[in-house]
């Protein structure tokens, strides 16, 4: 525990070394998010009718915040494999006794952790410029984030066993953006059958807290059935198809550069 | 000895690319490694260096065979096994170019689970060895490649294992640096009794930091001796012999058929012989044509020589 407590650590600062060494990207990065949050919330305050702009407006930033940590998520471990292995940095990280998954699990939530805290400031700093305030009340939302999340995560290690032995995955992530997309902007409602998707219930959960104002009490059973086994079934598998991948690759030689 | 490395038929084939052949890459490779021996693996290009060192490591899995470090299976047991390897893989591509010197180093020993305070100390130490400490700082993509490789050696070591790996060390480097690395390695070796596997073709290297050596070709170990043995094997029957007149092209053909391993120019001609009494054979060739012998001579043999006699023909005993 106390390995993984230090792997983590050194993941997370490297993830956050990269953010300060490409300033330039990181920059354009927060001025994007901060110019959209903020144009989305005077939207709210210009545009006809308050009460309808601002629930509108609400919904498409939040989906904007889901689809880019969906994003995030899902293309991360698998663009750091394709990447290391063409450089020649992934094997070394497979010498490492402690077992790659948790390496790149780490890298992962170090990833998130980072953007979080972006994201988050950004939110705060664009309402504050706006003076439109979502419900962003952290004792709900935290636990469906963070089981939303997992389910997230674990659907970015089945991403990651086809870098392993795909390597060029660009076309793919490609794809995935429109994918992800379609996961996060359209609302159970409209579509109930994509509730066993990955992350899909967790999404429409968190937007029911952000928009409409509900508590842990508001959702039943049956909500928390589907979000924690969503959040379990796509862990299952993520972890069991990447083993696989990697098995494969090891066969196969695919770790270098070859 | 004990051994520590234990590699046990060793298969591992690949499909080729494109066309759908089987290429066998490593063809039933057995050998011991014990503990703080200095090896070098030897071969020409494509012989299954590489092949093997990633097959040790764990990073491959063979067809068959199976290897063992220090009791553990590198693949059932490979966490236990990773305690006690670490492995140098592509020269200066196994470390992050876009992270300095020291971010390198404790990301490295990071990944390893170790804590924050043993790490500072250990990076020092592993800096003033490498000689590093003023590039600390520096970018790794702003470093030659010798400094590059240096460094990854140093991520290497940090991990302070019993056994340290080696893929072509000096592949890339210019002589000068080439030496500096071959020091540094031979500092390493001798002050920390460590087990080391050096790949390379770079026979200088051997000659100059191995106890002993495994020459693979095609897959097949083809000589498993120390170093001093196989020089001694060659030793008593060189040859340098300076003659008056050109060979004819009916000498230089039977030379060929009775001598493979010779050297011809400019009226110098080099031989290896197997068996002493082959000196009177060369010397019936000279006698055909009564060509006028200047000197005869016995030459030092190098080992590049030794290397290509071998891997031509497999060893003689
Ligand atoms: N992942 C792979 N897929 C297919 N073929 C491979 C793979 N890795 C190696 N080979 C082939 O196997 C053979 C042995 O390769 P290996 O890299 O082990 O040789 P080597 O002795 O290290 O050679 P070099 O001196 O060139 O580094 C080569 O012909 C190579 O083309
Ligand atoms: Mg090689």
């Known amino acids: 525990m106390t390995a993984f407590w230090n792997v983590l650590r050194v993941n997370t ?26 144009g989305m919330m005077f939207g709210i305050q210009v ?9 509108n407006t609400q919904y498409v930033i939040v989906n904007y915040i889901f689809w880019y940590f969906g994003m995030m998520t899902l293309q991360s471990i698998g663009w750091t494999i394709s990447d290391e292995a063409m450089k020649g940095t992934l094997e070394q990280l497979y010498m490492s006794p402690v077992k790659p998954w948790k390496i790149l699990l780490s890298r992962l939530l170090g990833t998130i952790f980072n953007h979080f805290v972006l994201v988050v400031v950004l939110l705060f700093l664009s309402m504050a410029t706006a003076g439109e305030w979502l419900n962003v009340n952290p004792v709900t939302i935290f636990p469906i984030l963070v089981l939303t999340l997992a389910g997230m995560i674990g659907t970015s290690f089945i991403v ?42 967790g999404v429409d959960m968190t937007r029911q807290i952000m928009i409409h104002g509900y508590t842990l009490a508001d959702f039943s059973m049956g909500d928390y059935a589907w979000l924690i086994g969503n959040t379990v079934v796509y862990g299952i598998i993520g972890f069991v198809f990447y083993n696989a991948c990697e098995k494969h690759a090891m066969q196969k030689g695919l770790l270098g550069h070859y | 000895m004990e051994s520590i490395i234990s590699v046990k038929g060793i298969y591992k084939s690949y499909k080729k690319r494109k066309s759908s052949e089987i290429f066998t890459a490593v063809n039933d490779l057995s050998f011991d490694v014990g503990k703080g021996e200095i090896v070098g693996l030897l071969g020409p290009n494509g012989a299954g260096k590489t092949t093997t060192i990633k097959t040790i490591c764990g990073l491959l899995v063979p067809d068959q065979g199976s290897v063992t470090i220090n009791g553990f299976d590198s693949l059932k047991d490979r966490d236990k096994a990773l305690r006690h390897i670490s492995a140098v893989l592509e020269g200066n591509r196994n470390i992050y170019w876009r992270l300095t010197v020291y971010e390198n180093l404790v990301y490295f020993a990071g990944n390893r689970g170790v804590p924050k305070k043993d790490i500072r100390r250990k990076v020092d130490e592993l800096l003033s060895l ?56 031979r500092k390493i070796a001798r002050d920390q009794g460590k087990t080391i596997i050096i790949s390379t073709h770079d026979m ?114």
Not at chain 2, 130 to 154: I, P
Not at chain 2, 241 to 254: A, G, N, R, V, Y
Not at chain 2, 293 to 299: D, M, Q
Request: hydrophobic content about 45%; some cysteine; aromatic content about 8%.
């Open chain 1, 13 to 38: 600062m490297m993830e956050f070394l990269e953010l300060r060494r490409y300033k330039a990207n990181t920059i354009s990065l927060l001025l994007t998010f901060y110019i959209i949050f903020v």
């Open chain 2, 204 to 317: 200088p290297v051997v000659q100059d930091l191995c106890e002993r050596t495994i020459i693979i070709n095609a897959g097949k170990v083809v000589a498993d001796e120390r170093v001093e043995e196989l020089l001694k094997l060659f030793e008593t029957s060189a040859y340098q012999i300076e003659l008056q007149e050109p060979l004819t092209d009916e000498q230089q053909t039977m030379l060929l058929a009775q001598f493979p391993i010779h050297q011809w120019e400019a009226l110098t001609l080099k031989v290896n012989l197997d068996q002493e009494q082959d000196i009177f054979k060369l010397m019936d060739i000279l006698k055909q044509n009564e060509t006028p012998i200047e000197t005869i001579n016995r030459t030092e043999i190098n080992f590049e020589q030794v290397f290509r006699k071998l891997v031509n023909e497999g060893v003689a005993s």
């Open chain 1, 47 to 55: 545009v006809g009718d308050p009460a309808q702009a601002s629930t």
């Open chain 2, 130 to 185: 490498f000689q590093l400490q003023d590039k600390k700082d520096e970018l790794v993509n702003n470093l030659s490649r010798g400094m590059q490789q240096k460094l990854a050696v140093s991520v290497a070591m940090l991990a302070d294992t019993d056994v340290v790996l080696l893929d072509e060390p000096t592949l890339g480097l210019d002589v000068e640096t080439g030496y500096e690395v071959r020091d540094l390695l």
């Open chain 1, 160 to 201: 990651a066993g086809m870098a392993l032995v795909f390597k060029q995955i660009n076309a793919f992530l490609q794809i995935l953006q429109f994918i992800v997309a379609g996961l996060t902007f359209v609302p159970l409602s409209v579509a109930p059958f994509m509730v066993g998707a990955p992350f899909v219930k």
